[in-house]
């Protein structure tokens, strides 16, 4: 680890000569004007604003733009925030950006200005409308001022010429042009502060391990941001190219999959493991993903496939997305599976919270099991071994608060969807349906069948009991907002909603003369009937299992 300083102005020339870059791990530029207007000030008024921590990766790493012939080796690792501000401040474009277009948008929306009319802060001001509009020279571009002419007798000049014009236009009252040139050089002068610059040469992962303590307050980089800066650099493009691209078709089919998610998929496809730090070094190389990444994506798509067909078009349906990387690793290896025995030990998964929180010991033990199977059945039985299936559903289930009951808001979906359950406008539509055709990425809305307002206060409903899961009913987005508070007897005769839809989604069709003081009776019997309903709806799926 050696230590050295840099000049404001070498720091954004390194970022935009493309001395200095970026690894594929770094997040994106996420400060808001208002922080580059901070950094500017502190500048001015000589305050510290930080080391930058820069990796000597010897080649390690792949950056997140190239597209000419320099492969640098030292990147920004900690100080990306500060460094593309200061490159905003300057008005220069940093190599790492990704287009000429975007960054003259990020100009637009990150002017920030020196007010040389104030004597007390704040000194320097986002650029609005009404400031912009201004025609004399009072608030006065940073980038104009810490822009660098290569003739030095021109900068100054040019600097003394905005003084003059300043002092004529009747601005800085008890100050002569001369002062003015002072304040403005003074601003000018923010070029040649330094920075202490930390350079580190360590092996990638203690790098990102670095990055996340010094970023504990901030978002924390992930596995998955180390997978990516690993495997961009073993197989130069293929992030960019592949990875990235297949995420995108993901979310185009109602898949919000997380990277840390898509990643996991691969190893436990190509690896039969999950952690990071026990995957062979060699499996990144092209050899070894190319082939283990082509057969993720055919288990996702079969994944997708099944998914539609029992109604699940979005992934907020599911109580957790870890739970869908021992799913991608069955269907890889028995494409052919039986889905309903699939579903049924995905959802008794889900019911036991298998794989919440802290998962990756559970999630290495079912890949093993899956791994040692001998056939579908022998699979689904290792991996459902570890749950008391024998316990029924009860009604009590039904009673829980639908917000954190997420298991129980996808059974009573999936039950409803199978049931060909209508929507409760006017057009009645299938869920999920627009007409005859499916819809992509349709989510749910969960409906007060009773709507909360209406109950809160009633002498005879514990507010406990409003938010039941027994109280939910399944319906698209448009009619959840109209129907709002109104009471039972009236959206059920406003919106035509007939017996039939009722009974799709278990409910009585006598539902609209039930008053408060027969609530918490109404409530415990749909939640026996939901609760029976849903022990047949599993005992259906599990077959012969």
């Not at 010897?58 to 200061?86: C, F, H, I, M, Y």
């Not at 010094?214 to 493009?237: H, S």
């Not at 199977?373 to 071994?385: F, G, V």
Request: aromatic share 10%; proline share 4%.
């Amino acid at each position: 680890m050696a230590h050295t300083t840099h000049s404001i102005r070498e720091i954004v020339d390194a970022a935009v000569s493309h001395t200095w870059s970026i690894p594929e791990f770094q997040r994106g530029f996420v400060w808001k004007a208002t922080q580059v207007r901070d950094l500017a000030e502190s500048l001015w008024l000589d305050y510290p604003i930080g080391t930058l921590l820069v990796w000597n990766s010897n080649g390690q790493a792949q950056e997140k733009s190239a597209a000419d012939a320099q492969s640098p080796t030292l990147w920004v690792v900690d100080g990306q925030q500060r460094a593309t501000a200061l490159a905003i401040l300057f008005g220069r474009k940093p190599y790492w950006w990704p287009s000429s277009e975007e960054w003259d948008k990020k100009l637009r929306s990150y002017d920030i200005r020196f007010d040389i009319d104030t004597r007390e802060g704040p000194y320097f001001v986002t650029a609005s409308a009404a400031i912009r509009n201004v025609k004399e020279p009072r608030y006065i571009p940073l980038r104009d001022l810490l822009v660098l002419d290569t003739n030095k007798e021109e900068d100054q000049q040019r600097l003394q010429d905005l003084a003059k014009s300043v002092k004529q236009a009747d601005l800085c009252h008890g100050m002569d042009a001369m002062e003015v040139y002072t304040r403005l050089d003074r601003v000018r002068k923010v070029r040649d502060k330094t920075v202490v610059t930390i350079s580190i040469d360590q092996d990638l992962e203690d790098v990102v391990e670095i990055f996340s303590r010094l970023n504990g307050r901030g978002t924390r980089v992930t596995e998955a941001d180390i997978y990516l800066g690993v495997v961009a650099a073993r197989t130069p493009g293929w992030v960019k190219s592949t990875f990235l691209p297949f995420r995108d078709k993901l979310a185009e089919v109602g898949i919000d999959a997380s990277p840390n998610l898509v990643f996991r998929s691969l190893t436990a496809v190509g690896e039969k493991k999950v952690r990071f730090k026990q995957i062979s070094e060699d499996f990144w190389d092209s050899v070894k993903v190319q082939p283990a990444w082509s057969r993720t994506q055919d288990a996702w798509r079969h994944v997708i496939k099944h998914f539609r067909e029992v109604g699940i078009l979005s992934t907020s349906l599911l109580p957790t997305e870890n739970a869908l990387v021992p799913l991608i690793a069955l269907l890889d290896k028995y494409p052919q599976a039986d889905f309903e025995q699939v579903l049924y030990w995905f959802l008794q998964a889900s019911r036991f919270a298998r794989y919440s929180g802290s998962v990756t010991t559970r999630l290495d033990e079912d890949l093993r099991d899956i791994d040692e199977s001998t056939d579908i059945h022998d699979a689904l039985r290792r991996l459902l071994k570890r749950f008391p299936t024998h316990q029924a559903l009860t009604a009590e289930d039904f009673l829980k608060d639908y917000g954190d009951g997420r298991f129980g808001r996808l059974i009573l979906y999936l039950q409803v969807y199978e049931r060909g359950a209508r929507d409760w406008d006017e057009k009645a539509l299938r869920l999920g349906f627009d007409g005859i055709q499916l819809l992509d990425d349709f989510k749910p809305q969960w409906h007060h069948i009773f709507p909360k307002k209406y109950l809160q206060g009633q002498a005879n409903v514990p507010a406990d009991s409003i938010d039941a899961l027994a109280n939910i009913a399944v319906i698209g987005p448009s009619i959840n907002i109209r129907i709002s508070a109104q009471q039972p007897m009236d959206y059920v005769a406003r919106y035509a909603i007939s017996g039939d839809r009722l009974r799709e989604q278990y409910i009585d069709e006598d539902v609209a003369g039930v008053g408060p003081e027969r609530y918490i009776d109404w409530l415990n019997a749909r939640a026996e009937t939901l609760a029976a309903a849903s022990n047949t709806y599993l005992a259906g799926l599990k077959g012969d299992l």
